[in-house]
């Protein structure tokens, strides 16, 4: 059965029609490439449309999401623990809260990008952090 959008003009672009169709799309997070398919009325010009819902590919999306988040998460222990810090004293090197560090560790926050910048730096270049302590 036709989709309501099949064969309409595209409200998104205005430039292409939509068809039901499928397609391999790829997302990106935080620098890492997520591909799937999707169907539903999409633009053979814009590509975009509209996606039909589909539990398995969110759930596919979110556990790529929380893998990376839980390295993410892992690689930040381990930096911090190398570097001899206490998680106080990285939250505080980071200018998070007194607990901040530890709830990325458990990844119950996510860091900014400039606190992973940051730590990922010190990573390959320790003698860095005495000059951030003597400031």
């Not at 010009?45 to 893998?67: L, N, P, S, T, V």
């Not at 901040?100 to 990573?123: C, H, M, Q, T």
Request: net charge neutral.
């Amino acid at each position: 059965m036709k989709s309501k959008w099949h064969g309409q003009p595209c409200p998104l672009c205005g430039d292409g029609i939509l068809s039901d169709s499928e397609r391999e799309v790829e997302a990106w997070y935080k620098g890492f490439s997520f591909v799937t398919r999707v169907r539903g009325a999409l633009c053979d010009h814009c590509h975009d449309g509209f996606r039909e819902f589909d539990a398995g590919e969110e759930a596919a999306w979110f556990a790529f999401r929380d893998r990376i988040d839980a390295d993410e998460a892992a690689e930040l222990a381990r930096i911090r623990q190398k570097l001899g810090l206490t998680r106080t004293e990285a939250a505080a090197l980071a200018g998070g809260g007194k607990y901040a560090f530890s709830r990325y560790e458990k990844g119950k926050a996510k860091p900014v990008a400039a606190v992973i910048n940051l730590f990922r730096l010190l990573d390959r270049h320790p003698e860095l952090l005495d000059e951030l302590h003597a400031k």
